[in-house]
């Protein structure tokens, strides 16, 4: 690992949730963290999230409104899905896997930490915190009031849904709001995926034109910089999604280092020094059945530390990569589900003994369905047996000195810098992109898989061999799907238009906020100061922080997309 010994008193798990609306997401994620030391949270959000949009009766949007995810479209959403956790405790860390919006879902998850330690300075004295409900009551008035949605789980005070409705610039004077803003984003812990590039080459979720993508990740890093962001990751470069596509695990380690190389080059265009944004950026792979899945991080981590000692002269903190692995979802099967548990097993105990910083051991039913609390919790078990009951596991790097582990290192290695040459062959990363090299090659590889899968020459048990005398590999198997329900989604459509009601007239004083008058009464959408903002090439993020206080996730990406542009795929 990048330290000698792994951190102690704190597993490395760290469990992917998401469904339905935010209360029943926010329940399971204090379902996990029951008598955990500390609560690591990872969320997956909805397509509809995924894509931009507002939950709406849309027939292409409706039926995806919190299904595979949980949907969040306002920050009143946000938090209520992180309420009872406080998001700047030294033992709280939030990864949200989100990347087209994921410059709108930062701002407001940066905001609902803000205002829970702004509720947490109000609640500290009764008087200030009565005075401050009076206020809020007037400010509310007339309006329809936001609140959480069925009683709350064990383990959550509330934290955080004082100030539904409201944001906290409002409750207390400038000077505090400043002070306690100051001091949020120096400690608040996680991590933010936002890693548009692999978007394009493998996972599709890409919303705006590339260029537009790229330059608002350099806003969040500069936003980042100058504000002494220091404890948060402002990208996560993501493998995962492209072996998931199909890649194999050469091309994944391949093209996700240089994805990371072409990130660095371009903060560095910007003026950024490279140790300001350096421990920001951090890794996610996959870990499937491959024999150089035993080596991913090693490798990994040497190529980086490396590069970034070598090639750009960066100080020891910028040099370590830390980086999440989850299992691999493609290696589950639909067929005897239960064995899927097995390979789970052996790949979390790569993960483990190569030391990742974290871990999502997958359900076995995620072959068909969002996992269910049974299975999840058999999830989280295959890490704790490991964690606590394996002896092997109690040395800190048990497999150090092995000759096999040594020479893949080398092999795999070299095989990464062969990828590498093939790369700047063609442009480099996004001269590559143009050509759709990294998606071809994905895809080839994929099919390889997919013949061997079919014809037995890989074996797969309980899929094309090992076959139960009864059914034949065939699915026979009945298991509880997770949907989100029919009153889930009114609920969201509802709260989204009672929040743009209620808060969309206040957004031009967040525009004077932002030095720009937006029009002066004759505003239509009141985001006007955003695009101005956006086309006069100021930080955008930092303009992001104002308007998800008053405007939600749809209403954001459209008036965007009028000034960056949409994504079109290259053909």
């Known amino acids: ?77 946000m938090k209520k899905l992180y309420s009872g956790f406080d998001l700047c405790a030294p033992s709280t860390s939030v990864s949200m896997t989100i990347n087209g919006p994921a410059p709108m879902i930062l701002a407001m998850f940066m905001n609902t930490a803000i205002d829970q330690q ?30 959480y949605g069925g009683p709350l789980p064990d383990g959550n005070d509330g934290l955080g849904l004082g100030l539904l409705g409201v944001s906290g610039d409002q409750v207390v004077d400038a000077e505090t709001y400043a002070r306690i803003k100051t001091e949020t984003l120096k400690s608040v812990r996680g991590t933010v995926q936002a890693d548009i590039l692999k978007e394009d080459q493998a996972q599709n979720t890409c919303i705006f034109s590339t260029e537009f993508a790229l330059r608002m990740m350099g806003d969040i890093q500069q936003f980042f910089v100058d504000n002494n962001v220091r404890n948060f990751y402002s990208v996560s470069i993501s493998g995962y999604h492209i072996a998931e596509a199909g890649a194999n695990p050469i091309s994944q380690l391949a093209f996700t280092l240089s994805n990371g190389f072409t990130i660095v080059e371009y903060y560095l265009a910007r003026g950024m020094k490279v140790d300001d944004f350096a421990p920001n950026l951090s890794f996610f792979f996959s870990n499937g059945m491959d024999p150089e899945y035993t080596v991913i991080g090693r490798v990994a981590r040497r190529i980086w530390a490396r590069a970034m000692r070598e090639r750009y002269g960066a100080d020891a903190r910028s040099q370590m990569m830390k980086y999440h692995i989850q299992t691999s979802g493609r290696s589950l099967h639909a067929q005897e589900i239960q064995f899927n ?51 092997l596991n109690f040395c800190e790097n048990p497999w150090q000195g092995s000759f096999i582990v040594d020479e893949l290192t080398d092999i795999v290695e070299e095989a990464v810098y062969k990828e590498f040459e093939a790369l700047s062959e063609r442009g480099g990363v996004l001269g590559a992109m143009d050509t759709m090299y990294q998606r071809g090659k994905i895809q080839e590889e994929s099919m390889y898989y997919e013949h061997k899968k079919h014809d037995g020459s890989l074996p797969l048990i309980g899929v094309n061999t090992f076959l139960p005398k009864e059914h034949s590999g065939e699915i026979t198997t009945t298991i509880e799907l997770i949907r989100s329900t ?69 209403q954001i990406s459209h008036a965007l997309y009028d000034v960056g542009g949409e994504y079109r795929r290259n053909m």
Request: with cysteine.
């Open 341 to 391: 548990d097995i390979r789970t097993t052996l790949q979390a105990l790569y993960a483990l003994f190569d030391n990742c910083n974290s871990l999502h051991t997958n359900a076995y039913d995620e072959a068909i369905t969002t996992p269910t609390e049974e299975s999840v919790r058999r999830a989280v078990a295959i890490q704790m047996i490991i964690t606590k009951e394996l002896g």
């Open 1 to 77: 690992g990048v330290y000698p010994y792994r951190r102690e008193g704190e597993d490395p798990t760290r469990m992917f949730a998401g469904e339905g609306h935010p209360e029943r997401t926010n329940r399971r994620f204090h379902y996990f963290c029951v008598d955990a030391k500390a609560a690591r949270l990872s969320t997956a959000f909805d397509s509809v999230t995924l894509y931009g949009e507002d939950p709406a009766v849309r027939p292409d949007i409706y039926g995806k409104v919190g299904n595979s995810g949980v949907n969040i479209a306002t920050l009143d959403d």
């Open 486 to 554: 029919e009153p889930e989604k009114e609920q969201q459509i509802e709260n989204v238009r009672t929040y743009q009601l209620a808060r969309n007239p206040l957004s031009l004083q967040a525009g004077r906020v932002n030095g720009i008058a937006g029009g002066e009464g004759q505003s239509t959408s009141g985001l006007e100061y955003l695009q101005i903002i956006a086309r006069e090439r100021k930080n955008i993020y930092a303009a992001l922080m104002e308007a998800v206080k008053t405007h939600s996730l749809g």
């Open 118 to 147: 702004v509720e947490k300075y109000l609640r500290s004295d009764d008087a200030r915190w009565q005075v401050a409900r009076a206020q809020i009551d007037k400010l509310l008035e007339g309006k329809a009031k936001p609140s």
